[in-house]
């Protein structure tokens, strides 16, 4: 029978002074398998300590209880005291009875009685705990982040700069995300492009940083510390060391699309380059505009280009990564068009989303900088912008508020004043959300500086007529119908998880919320961590954000994935759950509830991912057969637990 | 008033001592009832012992009817209540109640050859006849022993073993070649056509694993041993120990009561439930 | 005068949120009764419904289950599951005719000491009236 | 109205093509009314089939046996098993196959349509009949069954005799077949829990004392539990030994199994029983009432799985055996599940 | 002893027996069984067959054996436990079951008394109703050596003669009930006997289902241990435990001890019924089961009955009263069984 010891302290008076802990000591020595039970003034100190290491060594204990405060407080102390005497940690559990009982109670006779039953059910589950060793893994220490916009860009380098190697995967052919389609960034106004574009820079030139453009993640398989990735390269037909980036492929090629960096205002040629200042600096031919890859169907491109760059043959290419890490910043997408036909958006030409109104205004852009309409390219003099567009409309839409367009609004209906000085800009608003460091000054700013007139309350209908587009809406402050006979439109609309990024979770084993953004671990302490372990969020692929924020949740999710690749091995809580095979029947209920995807069926059997467990035992008490269980607080320990603490 | 067959007499663990370690140990106890009772048993007769709380578990008594200050028991941790036992130290209480079951026919043996074919815990029946015939040494003719476990570490009674070569022929085994081995090496059976025991005037008494079992009489029969001269023990589970609870039943055999030895001659004709 | 009855009541409660919630009520010295007898699990979606039968086999006279708040899991969603099967549970026992009072679930946060407090000091006091638990007591 | 001939036809095809191993179907017994369970090997057999009111019997149970017998062979013949099935029994059907116990592939499934009617509980009938022996029963038009008795033929009203569970159904037709025969008809059922609610409605100490009353007759025959197709575990909490015991199990994994009740079949142990069984039933059991048919006690187990499952319907818009593909009742949750009744 | 009663007078006996405890036949919903009674108008000898029979009272499903203890000195406290020793009778004892107590008796006497079971026998006196219609459509005693007014096992055998009972008493134990209420009964007529005997006559032909070559049963099933019959017949068997727990001659049980407190150790050892068709029945510590699936558990159940008791004791171990047919979830039906045995070829 295992020798249990029981070494339960009085804490002074803390607990003495309402538990007799000479009685509880003498009861618990008439416990089964209890050999040795005493009680000290201080067992948390030094001497206190010794007398349980000595005990252990002298009574030969196989494990023991010290009944004291929270295990909170002082487990690791007296588990690394156990160890020192050369028992397993886990051969050491604590009794609560100071929080859960001595200070809580004032009948010493009642609170004796309560500790000792406390204690014993210690006793009755230390008796059964396994000897554990926490579980270790090696780390492959380097990190995958899966996305190139400002949050991807941020995490690689400050991953790049502290050491380690980062494979950066983009599924567009170049970097820099939305950011670089925009104008300048609010509150200060500055460049967007003159800002970004060293960063992206930097990016391409790091040694420690692998840029994978035109790629998309295909599978992922591991988990912490030792990912396996496989990443289709798509090819772009032109080899990026050749290309000389003189653009006589692009003028020769008899194919128009429309341009994606431009929102469709204009168009470009099938083999193109995203925008001049593009990262990878190369060209991409892009097949689906192509009239064929075979030289007999056009191959004008390849005649033209000098130094024989261009390669019909090249193929797709899955290139198997090992990361340690991986940071997902997939970013996001504007609401579709289609869904919000009701502001015209998408029928009339002069009715745009904010980022369309970017490029107006982005003197890289279709217009050169100058704000004009796109249907007749005049200088339209009144303009209406209007916020909440698809965000904040549970009914019709997306019940989330978006965050960045009071700001943005705010801003564009600044830079349109500052174009076009006789100009009249109106906004539809319901509110005014403007928290962050000069935010507020900014929206006033706009307000009193650049005369833009705020609109309390929503657009009931916008239709052309006579080459007006004719806003209809309510004040609600002054309760009148209003009418503008605007000659453009700009619509806020709401920020939505981007597209593809449903599947890429899903292939990643990360949650998902109800509007699809990606789900952080905890909504306040584990902002940047998904429920994954290993596997960090940053930008608004989580949730709706500006730059700055972006920017600081794409550090603070380089830091986390830092302090598992900063490390050789990572040490995991041993008390994971464990199967037993011959009673798992494979019915998959513990694979359905397990929150970290620790658990999978494999030939019918429930297998466990020991690093991924967390060991909640949610599974266990899921299973209809008993065949999974957490070590060290198994049903059988949780049966006698109950039976002691009822008195047998 | 009968005596209540079902109330167990209680004794003391006198003496613990581990025989085999690792996953599937085995542990001998010898115990001594507390009160005085007229418990006497014959050699390959079970007892029903009891750990209170846990159970009760039908043993065979490996000591020797001519001992009379303690009952011996050899036994391998396999469920609930041989668990339990290997958990007790010396001076903790069990129950025991019997002896049950027929014993070996001991006075149809005399005056022959007697050879124990035994393999792992198949050794503890085998004990308690191997000593009887050895005290009483002038009523039989030779002994031997050949025995066999898994690994050496897995063979019982070690150190009796070697005081046993002093007094009989023993011929040990183990299942698969280690270091520093120097018998026989392969099962038990193999090393009983490696000996090659004669069966003229013999009688031949097997206990072990139901498949050892098994090819050591098919080899026994090829040595040219009659059935009658073959003896074994038969188990199964039990819960009275006296052939009404209706569990360990061979055929119409109680194999508590009317086992749990037989010549191969009777269990050859018996179905195959055990 | 005969003794007052004093129920015994089994508390699972989650590591993270209710047991930290009870210690929080100690550090904060509130005073309740001591009928209670902690047993921490790790998440409140990890008590079996094993569990609460197996208390009131063994005579319990009320059995209590607590965990985090919704949302607030440390484990993210284990408590979503613990309260469909508790009250699975829970509508059960009320069906066979166990007293309702005597089976309870609280969502107590880390920093609910004083909610701790307040559900142990309610359920004392709404057990005392009923009398030990016989209905599901071991009777062997 | 489903047409033996045309089961008979289906499953000889079946047969004759080699598409199954055998069927699972109804068979008529030497001894009167009630049927027996038949395993049809061969297509000469096909006669022995029979589709009546009497045809209770939940079939699904039979591939639980059937998956064990396959997971001992050697060589198991890899072709399904056809089964006869009623709408209650295909969505125990789909029970199974939304655990993953059984493989769609492993089955072949013969639906039959209870149409407007349904089966018979034996007890209903015997009293009905007052002593008559009945020899045989058949559906007439859809209220009524004919009886033959030895004084010939008389017409019962159907909703006199028919099972309990009948006058509830959820799945007058199979909700999963590979044939069906009979029609896809639904019988309107206005409350599917109307039984339920006379116990619901006594006051709690009524409905302590009328459970304490039933349950402590429990004589702990388990054929609630032999009957029920979800209870396939290889080791039930009622059971005191470990049942998967291969090589590798060591003696403390044995000595450890729990105890959460004893064999004493005394009241508390009872409803240790009793409300373990319900509770794994919970958003599994699909009501084909079997338990309670086969209990000698007539004890009314199955108000105990119904009151879960109304509670499932009821709290969180679950009914089991409709979608293979649901995840379970307790390994899924709402954000919206109700939590009036936590503090 | 031969009498005749009144059936008016019948509750006047049952209230002189106030020294004893009374059992018999109750009612509830669908259901009768033997239970204590207090009010003897409640007494109502109209009834089918009980669906457990006196068996549970002789042989209860649950008796404890004794209770253990923590003590101080020894470590260890353990007390007998007996059943209480009082008179007790049961009416309404049907003939079968009362010939499977007689078949209890052998196994439970022999070489080591069961004083649980002897405890409870001797203490209890039968009275029986001979069965004047089958009280189950499964009836077959007239097959296995019984007939619906045997006396075998029976203190008292009471036959239904209209308006009255033809009271006989066959014992000691029977005589002593009668006694006390000796007033109540009257010498038989002539007429009363020959009635007797034309009902017996007539309950006899209204048995209609028997055994075929019951006689060649026991010889054949010795080289049937190996038959595919069993594999056949049990496809079926949902292995519970129905046929054995309601079958008066079974026996089987389990000892198991259930616990209060393992520390301070109390509780009790207690043996509860066992069965054969339970798959724990016989399965070792170490997994392995001799009786692997239920074709061997089937074929242990008719050996038993029919050949491994027969052999022992002389008697089949059944006594026809049709509980296990009746009750069997899935129609296995003994009769069918042992006719297919009968017929059994290879």
């Given at each position: 029978?295992?020798?249990?010891?029981?070494f339960?302290?009085?804490?002074?008076?803390?607990i003495?002074?309402?538990?007799?802990?000479?009685?509880?000591?003498?009861e618990?020595?008439?416990?089964?398998?209890?050999?040795?039970?005493?009680?000290?003034?201080?067992?948390?100190?030094?001497?206190g300590?010794?007398?349980?290491?000595?005990?252990?060594?002298?009574k030969?204990?196989?494990?023991?209880?010290?009944?004291?405060?929270s295990?909170?407080?002082?487990?690791?102390t007296?588990?690394?005291?156990?160890?020192?005497?050369?028992?397993?940690?886990f051969?050491?559990?604590?009794?609560?009875?100071?929080?859960?009982?001595?200070?809580?109670?004032?009948?010493m006779?009642?609170?004796?009685?309560?500790?000792?039953?406390?204690?014993?059910?210690?006793?009755?589950?230390?008796?059964r705990?396994?000897?554990?060793?926490?579980?270790?893994?090696?780390?492959?220490?380097?990190?995958?982040?899966?996305?190139?916009?400002?949050?991807?860009?941020?995490?690689?380098?400050?991953?790049?700069?502290?050491?380690?190697?980062?494979?950066?995967?983009?599924?567009?052919?170049?970097?820099?995300?939305?950011?670089?389609?925009l104008?300048?960034?609010?509150?200060?106004?500055?460049?967007?492009q003159?800002?970004?574009?060293p960063?992206?820079?930097?990016?391409?030139?790091?040694?420690?940083?692998?840029l994978?453009t035109?790629?998309?993640?295909?599978?992922?398989?591991?988990?912490?510390?030792?990912?396996?990735?496989?990443?289709?390269?798509?090819?772009?037909?032109?080899?990026?060391?050749?290309?000389?980036?003189?653009?006589?492929?692009?003028?020769?090629?008899?194919?128009?699309?429309?341009n994606?960096?431009?929102?469709?205002?204009?168009?470009?040629?099938?083999?193109?380059?995203?925008?001049?200042?593009?990262?990878?600096?190369?060209?991409?031919?892009?097949?689906?505009?192509?009239?064929?890859?075979?030289?007999?169907?056009?191959g004008?491109?390849?005649?033209?280009?000098?130094?024989?760059?261009?390669?019909?043959?090249?193929?797709?290419?899955?290139?198997?990564?090992e990361?340690?890490?991986?940071?997902?910043?997939?970013?996001?997408?504007?609401?579709?068009?289609?869904?919000?036909?009701e502001?015209?958006?998408?029928?009339?030409?002069?009715?745009?989303?904010?980022?369309?109104?970017?490029?107006?205004?982005?003197?890289?852009?279709?217009?050169m900088?100058?704000?004009?309409?796109?249907?007749?390219?005049?200088?339209?003099?009144?303009?209406?912008?209007?916020?909440?567009?698809?965000?904040?409309?549970?009914?019709?839409?997306?019940?989330?508020?978006?965050?960045?367009?009071c700001?943005?609004?705010?801003?564009?209906?600044?830079?349109?004043?500052?174009?076009?000085?006789?100009?009249?800009?109106?906004?539809?608003?319901?509110?005014?959300?403007?928290?962050?460091?000069?935010?507020?000054?900014?929206?006033q700013?706009?307000?009193?500086?650049?005369?833009?007139?705020?609109l309390?309350?929503?657009?009931?209908?916008?239709?052309?007529?006579?080459?007006k587009?004719?806003?209809?809406?309510?004040?609600?402050?002054?309760?009148?119908?209003?009418?503008?006979?605007?000659?453009?439109?700009?619509?806020?609309?709401?920020?939505?998880?981007?597209?593809?990024?449903?599947?890429?979770?899903?292939?990643?084993?990360?949650?998902?919320?109800?509007?699809g953004?990606?789900?952080?671990?905890?909504?306040?302490?584990?902002?940047?961590?998904?429920?994954?372990s290993?596997?960090?969020?940053?930008?608004?692929?989580?949730?709706?954000?500006?730059?700055?924020?972006?920017?600081?949740?794409?550090?603070?999710?380089?830091?986390?994935?830092?302090?598992?690749?900063?490390?050789?091995?990572?040490?995991?809580?041993?008390?994971?759950?464990?199967?037993?095979?011959?009673?798992?029947?494979g019915?998959?209920?513990c694979?359905?509830?397990?929150?970290?995807e620790?658990?999978?069926?494999?030939?019918?059997?429930?297998?466990?991912?020991?690093?991924?467990?967390?060991?909640?035992?949610?599974?266990?008490?899921?299973?209809?057969?008993?065949?999974?269980?957490?070590?060290?607080?198994?049903?059988?320990?949780v049966?006698?637990?109950?039976?002691?603490?009822?008195?047998? | 008033?009968?005596?209540?067959?079902?109330?167990?007499?209680?004794?003391?663990?006198?003496?613990?001592?581990?025989?085999?370690g690792?996953?599937?140990?085995?542990?001998?106890?010898?115990?001594?009832?507390?009160?005085?009772?007229?418990?006497?048993?014959?050699?390959?007769?079970?007892?029903?012992?009891?750990?209170f709380g846990?159970?009760?578990?039908?043993?065979?008594?490996?000591?020797?009817?001519?001992?009379?200050?303690?009952?011996?028991?050899?036994?391998?941790?396999?469920?609930?209540?041989?668990?339990?036992?290997?958990?007790?130290?010396?001076?903790?209480?069990i129950?025991?109640?019997?002896?049950?079951?027929?014993?070996?026919?001991?006075?149809k043996?005399?005056?022959?050859?007697?050879?124990f074919?035994?393999?792992?815990?198949?050794l503890?029946?085998?004990?308690?006849?191997?000593h009887?015939?050895l005290?009483?040494?002038?009523?039989?003719?030779d002994?031997?022993?050949?025995?066999?476990?898994?690994?050496?570490?897995?063979?019982?009674?070690?150190?009796?073993?070697?005081?046993?070569?002093?007094?009989?022929?023993?011929?040990?085994?183990?299942?698969?070649?280690?270091?520093?081995w120097?018998?026989?090496?392969?099962?038990?059976?193999?090393?009983?056509?490696?000996?090659?025991?004669?069966?003229?005037?013999?009688?031949?008494?097997?206990?072990?694993?139901?498949?050892?079992?098994?090819?050591?009489?098919?080899?026994?029969?090829?040595?040219?041993?009659?059935?009658?001269?073959?003896?074994?023990?038969?188990?199964?589970?039990?819960?009275?120990?006296?052939?009404?609870?209706?569990?360990?039943?061979?055929?119409?055999?109680?194999?508590?009561?009317?086992?749990?030895?037989?010549?191969?001659?009777?269990?050859?004709?018996?179905?195959?439930?055990? | 005068m005969?003794?007052?009855?004093?129920?015994?009541?089994?508390?699972?409660?989650?590591?993270?949120?209710?047991?930290?919630?009870?210690?929080?009520?100690?550090?904060?010295?509130?005073?309740?009764?001591?009928?209670?007898?902690?047993?921490?699990?790790?998440?409140?979606?990890?008590?079996?419904?094993?569990?609460?039968?197996?208390?009131f086999?063994?005579?319990?006279?009320?059995?209590?289950?607590?965990?985090?708040?919704?949302?607030?899991?440390?484990?993210?969603?284990?408590?979503?599951?613990?309260?469909?099967?508790?009250?699975?549970?829970?509508?059960?026992?009320?069906?066979?005719?166990?007293?309702?009072?005597?089976?309870?679930?609280?969502?107590?946060?880390?920093?609910?000491?004083?909610?701790?407090t307040?559900?142990?000091?309610?359920?004392?006091?709404?057990?005392?009236?009923?009398?030990?638990?016989?209905?599901?007591?071991?009777?062997? | 109205?489903v047409?033996?001939?045309?089961?008979?036809?289906?499953?000889?095809?079946?047969?004759?093509?080699?598409?199954?191993?055998?069927?699972?179907?109804?068979?008529?017994?030497?001894?009167?009314?009630?049927?027996?369970?038949?395993?049809?090997k061969?297509?000469?057999?096909?006669?022995?089939l029979?589709?009546?009111?009497?045809?209770?019997?939940?079939?699904?149970?039979?591939?639980?046996?059937e998956?064990?017998?396959?997971?001992?062979?050697?060589?198991?013949?890899?072709?399904?098993?056809?089964?006869?099935?009623?709408?209650?029994?295909?969505?125990?059907?789909?029970?199974l196959?939304?655990?993953?116990?059984?493989?769609?592939?492993?089955?072949?499934?013969?639906?039959?349509?209870?149409?407007?009617?349904?089966v018979?509980?034996?007890?209903?009938l015997?009293?009905?009949?007052?002593?008559?022996?009945?020899?045989?029963?058949?559906?007439?038009e859809?209220?009524?069954?004919?009886?033959?008795?030895?004084?010939?033929?008389?017409k019962?009203?159907a909703?006199?005799?028919?099972?309990?569970?009948?006058?509830?159904?959820?799945?007058?037709?199979?909700?999963?077949?590979?044939?069906?025969?009979?029609?896809?008809?639904?019988?309107?059922?206005?409350?599917?829990?109307?039984?339920?609610?006379?116990?619901?409605s006594?006051?709690e100490?009524?409905?302590?004392?009328?459970?304490?009353?039933?349950?402590?007759?429990?004589?702990?025959?388990?054929?609630?539990?032999?009957?029920?197709?979800?209870?396939?575990?290889?080791?039930?909490?009622?059971?005191?030994?470990?049942?998967?015991?291969?090589?590798?199990?060591?003696?403390?994994?044995?000595?450890?199994?729990?105890?959460?009740?004893?064999?004493?079949p005394?009241?508390?142990?009872?409803?240790?029983?009793?409300?373990?069984?319900?509770?794994?039933?919970?958003?599994?059991?699909?009501?084909?009432?079997?338990?309670?048919?086969?209990?000698?006690?007539?004890?009314?187990?199955?108000?105990l799985?119904?009151?879960?499952?109304?509670?499932?319907?009821?709290?969180?818009?679950?009914?089991?055996?409709?979608?293979?593909?649901?995840?379970?009742?307790?390994?899924?949750?709402?954000?919206?599940?109700?939590?009036?009744?936590?503090? | 002893?031969?009498?005749?009663?009144?059936?008016?007078?019948?509750?006047?006996?049952?209230?002189?027996?106030?020294?004893?405890?009374?059992?018999?036949?109750?009612?509830?919903?669908?259901?009768?069984?033997?239970?204590?009674?207090?009010n003897?108008?409640?007494?109502?000898?109209?009834?089918?067959?009980?669906?457990?029979?006196?068996?549970?009272i002789?042989?209860?499903?649950?008796?404890?054996?004794?209770?253990?203890?923590?003590?101080?000195?020894?470590?260890l406290?353990?007390?007998?436990?007996?059943?209480?020793?009082?008179?007790?009778?049961?009416?309404?004892?049907?003939?079968?079951?009362?010939?499977?107590?007689?078949?209890?008796?052998?196994?439970?006497?022999?070489?080591?008394?069961?004083?649980?079971?002897?405890?409870?026998?001797?203490?209890?006196?039968?009275?029986?109703?001979?069965?004047?219609?089958?009280?189950?459509?499964?009836?077959?005693?007239l097959?296995?050596?019984?007939?619906?007014f045997?006396?075998?096992?029976?203190?008292?055998?009471?036959?239904?003669?209209?308006?009255?009972?033809?009271?006989?008493a066959?014992?000691?134990?029977?005589?002593?009930?009668?006694?006390?209420?000796k007033?109540?009964?009257?010498?038989?007529?002539?007429?009363?006997?020959?009635?007797?005997?034309?009902?017996?006559?007539?309950a006899?032909?209204?048995?209609?289902?028997?055994?075929?070559?019951?006689?060649?049963?026991?010889?054949?099933?010795?080289?049937?241990?190996?038959?595919?019959?069993?594999?056949e017949e049990?496809?079926?068997?949902?292995?519970?435990?129905?046929?054995?727990?309601?079958?008066?001659?079974?026996?089987?049980?389990?000892?198991?001890?259930?616990?209060?407190?393992?520390?301070?150790?109390?509780?009790?050892?207690?043996?509860?019924?066992?069965?054969?068709?339970?798959?724990?029945?016989?399965?070792?510590?170490?997994?392995?089961?001799?009786?692997?699936?239920?074709a061997?558990?089937?074929?242990?159940?008719?050996?038993?009955?029919?050949?491994?008791?027969?052999?022992?004791?002389?008697?089949?171990?059944?006594?026809?009263?049709?509980?296990?047919?009746?009750r069997?979830?899935?129609?296995?039906?003994?009769?069918?069984?042992?006719?297919?045995?009968?017929?059994?070829?290879?």
């Amino acid at each position: 029978m295992k020798r249990t010891g029981v070494f339960i302290c009085h804490c002074g008076i803390n607990i003495a002074g309402t538990v007799d802990v000479k009685k509880a000591a003498k009861e618990l020595a008439k416990h089964k398998g209890v050999v040795h039970s005493e009680e000290y003034v201080y067992m948390c100190s030094d001497p206190g300590q010794n007398l349980i290491i000595d005990a252990i060594k002298e009574k030969k204990l196989d494990n023991v209880v010290i009944a004291c405060c929270s295990p909170t407080l002082h487990e690791t102390t007296f588990r690394n005291a156990a160890k020192s005497a050369g028992i397993n940690t886990f051969q050491c559990e604590i009794a609560n009875i100071r929080e859960q009982c001595s200070w809580v109670h004032k009948d010493m006779n009642k609170a004796t009685d309560k500790a000792i039953k406390i204690t014993k059910s210690a006793v009755e589950r230390v008796r059964r705990n396994e000897s554990l060793e926490p579980i270790s893994v090696p780390v492959t220490r380097r990190a995958l982040v899966i996305g190139g916009g400002i949050a991807g860009i941020q995490s690689a380098l400050d991953l790049a700069n502290s050491g380690f190697e980062v494979v950066l995967v983009e599924r567009s052919p170049s970097i820099g995300g939305h950011m670089i389609q925009l104008s300048e960034t609010f509150p200060t106004l500055d460049c967007s492009q003159c800002i970004l574009t060293p960063k992206m820079v930097e990016v391409s030139k790091h040694p420690k940083i692998k840029l994978m453009t035109y790629s998309e993640v295909q599978e992922v398989s591991g988990y912490v510390g030792n990912f396996k990735v496989k990443i289709l390269k798509k090819p772009t037909y032109v080899d990026p060391d050749k290309c000389t980036l003189c653009d006589e492929c692009s003028k020769v090629c008899p194919v128009l699309v429309s341009n994606e960096f431009d929102l469709g205002l204009t168009g470009r040629r099938a083999i193109y380059i995203p925008f001049p200042q593009a990262i990878p600096a190369t060209y991409t031919l892009d097949i689906k505009g192509c009239p064929g890859l075979l030289p007999i169907a056009c191959g004008k491109c390849a005649d033209v280009c000098e130094p024989e760059a261009i390669d019909y043959d090249m193929k797709p290419e899955i290139v198997e990564e090992e990361v340690g890490a991986i940071i997902v910043t997939t970013g996001y997408d504007l609401y579709d068009k289609e869904n919000m036909a009701e502001y015209g958006y998408g029928k009339y030409a002069d009715v745009l989303d904010g980022l369309q109104f970017e490029r107006l205004c982005s003197a890289s852009g279709p217009t050169m900088g100058k704000i004009l309409r796109p249907s007749d390219h005049k200088e339209p003099k009144e303009v209406v912008f209007i916020q909440c567009v698809g965000s904040r409309d549970p009914e019709l839409h997306c019940a989330y508020c978006s965050k960045i367009c009071c700001m943005y609004t705010a801003k564009h209906a600044m830079l349109y004043k500052h174009h076009v000085h006789d100009g009249q800009a109106y906004i539809f608003y319901i509110d005014i959300r403007s928290g962050g460091k000069g935010y507020e000054e900014f929206v006033q700013r706009a307000v009193e500086e650049d005369g833009v007139l705020y609109l309390r309350g929503k657009v009931s209908k916008i239709f052309e007529d006579k080459g007006k587009i004719k806003v209809w809406g309510v004040d609600t402050l002054s309760g009148k119908d209003i009418e503008i006979d605007a000659d453009m439109v700009v619509l806020a609309t709401a920020m939505r998880p981007s597209k593809g990024a449903e599947e890429l979770a899903k292939k990643l084993k990360i949650a998902m919320d109800k509007d699809g953004f990606l789900s952080e671990a905890h909504p306040k302490l584990r902002p940047v961590e998904s429920v994954t372990s290993g596997m960090f969020l940053a930008g608004a692929a989580q949730a709706p954000k500006d730059i700055p924020e972006a920017v600081a949740q794409a550090s603070g999710a380089a830091a986390k994935a830092i302090a598992i690749l900063s490390q050789d091995r990572l040490y995991h809580a041993p008390t994971v759950a464990k199967v037993n095979l011959n009673l798992c029947t494979g019915c998959g209920m513990c694979v359905e509830v397990c929150p970290y995807e620790a658990l999978s069926l494999k030939d019918g059997k429930v297998e466990v991912n020991e690093v991924l467990c967390e060991g909640c035992g949610t599974c266990s008490a899921t299973c209809l057969r008993a065949a999974i269980q957490v070590k060290n607080l198994t049903p059988l320990q949780v049966h006698e637990m109950i039976s002691i603490s009822l008195g047998g | 008033m009968k005596d209540n067959t079902y109330i167990p007499k209680l004794a003391k663990i006198i003496q613990i001592k581990e025989e085999v370690g690792g996953a599937r140990p085995i542990k001998t106890f010898r115990t001594q009832f507390i009160q005085d009772n007229n418990f006497s048993f014959k050699c390959g007769q079970c007892a029903m012992l009891s750990v209170f709380g846990k159970g009760e578990s039908m043993i065979s008594i490996s000591s020797t009817p001519l001992i009379k200050d303690y009952l011996q028991f050899s036994i391998l941790k396999m469920g609930r209540v041989t668990s339990s036992l290997h958990e007790m130290q010396e001076g903790d209480i069990i129950g025991i109640r019997g002896p049950y079951g027929n014993g070996f026919p001991m006075e149809k043996w005399k005056g022959k050859n007697l050879i124990f074919i035994g393999g792992g815990i198949g050794l503890a029946p085998i004990w308690s006849v191997l000593h009887t015939a050895l005290e009483k040494k002038e009523e039989y003719g030779d002994s031997m022993l050949i025995y066999g476990a898994r690994t050496s570490k897995d063979i019982v009674f070690k150190q009796e073993l070697a005081e046993l070569r002093k007094k009989m022929k023993v011929h040990l085994s183990v299942d698969v070649e280690e270091p520093g081995w120097e018998e026989f090496i392969g099962f038990v059976p193999l090393n009983v056509l490696e000996i090659k025991p004669s069966p003229k005037n013999s009688v031949a008494v097997t206990c072990g694993p139901p498949i050892m079992i098994k090819f050591v009489i098919q080899n026994l029969k090829a040595l040219g041993f009659e059935d009658e001269q073959i003896y074994t023990t038969v188990e199964n589970k039990m819960k009275c120990g006296i052939g009404k609870c209706g569990r360990c039943n061979i055929g119409l055999h109680y194999v508590c009561k009317d086992g749990p030895v037989y010549s191969w001659a009777e269990l050859k004709n018996l179905p195959q439930e055990y | 005068m005969a003794e007052e009855f004093e129920p015994k009541i089994v508390a699972f409660l989650c590591k993270w949120c209710s047991s930290a919630g009870s210690d929080l009520a100690g550090v904060s010295r509130m005073e309740y009764p001591p009928n209670v007898v902690p047993i921490q699990v790790m998440c409140s979606g990890s008590v079996s419904p094993l569990y609460v039968l197996s208390a009131f086999n063994k005579g319990a006279d009320g059995v209590l289950v607590s965990g985090c708040h919704p949302g607030d899991c440390h484990y993210i969603k284990g408590n979503f599951y613990a309260r469909r099967r508790i009250a699975l549970v829970k509508r059960l026992l009320d069906f066979i005719g166990l007293e309702p009072q005597r089976f309870q679930m609280s969502w107590v946060s880390a920093a609910e000491g004083t909610k701790y407090t307040q559900i142990i000091k309610d359920f004392v006091q709404e057990l005392k009236p009923l009398g030990p638990q016989t209905k599901l007591r071991r009777d062997l | 109205m489903v047409n033996l001939e045309d089961l008979k036809k289906e499953a000889k095809t079946v047969l004759e093509e080699g598409k199954v191993k055998y069927i699972i179907g109804y068979e008529k017994s030497a001894n009167g009314l009630m049927p027996v369970p038949g395993f049809i090997k061969s297509p000469e057999e096909v006669e022995k089939l029979i589709w009546t009111p009497a045809c209770v019997y939940n079939l699904t149970k039979f591939l639980v046996d059937e998956k064990r017998r396959k997971s001992r062979e050697k060589k198991p013949d890899e072709r399904p098993v056809g089964l006869v099935v009623k709408g209650c029994d295909s969505r125990a059907l789909v029970v199974l196959l939304q655990e993953k116990f059984i493989n769609r592939d492993d089955v072949f499934i013969i639906g039959v349509s209870c149409e407007e009617t349904g089966v018979i509980d034996e007890k209903k009938l015997i009293k009905k009949l007052k002593g008559k022996k009945a020899e045989k029963i058949e559906f007439d038009e859809k209220d009524n069954f004919i009886v033959t008795t030895q004084e010939g033929k008389v017409k019962i009203a159907a909703s006199e005799v028919l099972a309990e569970r009948c006058l509830e159904c959820k799945a007058n037709s199979p909700v999963i077949y590979d044939v069906l025969l009979g029609e896809k008809a639904k019988r309107s059922v206005d409350n599917p829990f109307q039984s339920l609610e006379k116990i619901e409605s006594l006051p709690e100490r009524e409905r302590w004392k009328f459970w304490k009353e039933q349950l402590s007759k429990c004589i702990r025959c388990y054929a609630c539990r032999s009957v029920c197709p979800m209870c396939y575990c290889d080791e039930c909490v009622a059971d005191t030994i470990n049942f998967a015991v291969t090589a590798d199990t060591t003696a403390e994994e044995k000595a450890q199994k729990i105890k959460w009740l004893e064999k004493s079949p005394v009241k508390s142990e009872n409803f240790v029983y009793h409300l373990v069984r319900a509770i794994h039933l919970a958003g599994r059991c699909i009501d084909c009432g079997e338990c309670e048919r086969v209990c000698p006690l007539d004890i009314p187990i199955r108000f105990l799985n119904k009151k879960l499952e109304k509670d499932a319907k009821e709290l969180f818009d679950y009914e089991a055996g409709f979608d293979p593909e649901q995840p379970s009742l307790v390994s899924s949750f709402k954000d919206e599940d109700p939590e009036d009744f936590i503090r | 002893m031969e009498k005749v009663l009144d059936k008016k007078s019948f509750p006047q006996w049952v209230k002189k027996l106030s020294s004893y405890t009374v059992y018999a036949p109750v009612q509830e919903d669908e259901v009768w069984n033997y239970e204590v009674i207090t009010n003897p108008e409640q007494v109502n000898l109209d009834f089918p067959n009980t669906v457990l029979s006196p068996k549970k009272i002789i042989f209860p499903q649950r008796e404890v054996y004794l209770e253990f203890s923590a003590s101080n000195e020894d470590g260890l406290e353990v007390k007998e436990v007996l059943p209480e020793e009082e008179p007790s009778v049961i009416f309404g004892v049907r003939p079968c079951d009362a010939r499977a107590l007689t078949l209890t008796d052998k196994v439970f006497g022999g070489d080591f008394e069961d004083i649980y079971y002897w405890k409870r026998r001797n203490q209890v006196a039968l009275v029986g109703l001979a069965c004047h219609t089958p009280p189950s459509p499964n009836c077959f005693c007239l097959s296995v050596d019984g007939s619906p007014f045997s006396k075998e096992g029976l203190d008292v055998l009471m036959s239904d003669l209209g308006s009255k009972y033809f009271v006989e008493a066959f014992s000691k134990k029977g005589e002593q009930l009668i006694n006390p209420a000796k007033t109540l009964f009257k010498p038989p007529t002539e007429k009363d006997k020959k009635e007797l005997d034309k009902n017996r006559t007539e309950a006899k032909k209204r048995i209609s289902r028997q055994i075929q070559n019951i006689k060649k049963i026991p010889p054949k099933l010795k080289g049937m241990f190996d038959s595919s019959l069993w594999d056949e017949e049990s496809m079926s068997c949902l292995r519970c435990g129905i046929c054995t727990y309601l079958c008066p001659t079974c026996h089987c049980f389990d000892i198991n001890d259930e616990i209060f407190s393992s520390s301070p150790l109390s509780g009790k050892r207690i043996r509860t019924w066992d069965n054969c068709q339970f798959p724990d029945f016989t399965m070792h510590s170490s997994g392995h089961n001799p009786r692997q699936g239920k074709a061997s558990r089937l074929r242990q159940r008719i050996m038993h009955k029919f050949q491994y008791f027969v052999e022992r004791y002389k008697n089949y171990q059944c006594t026809g009263c049709g509980r296990c047919i009746s009750r069997c979830p899935v129609g296995i039906d003994i009769i069918e069984v042992l006719d297919k045995v009968s017929s059994y070829e290879g």
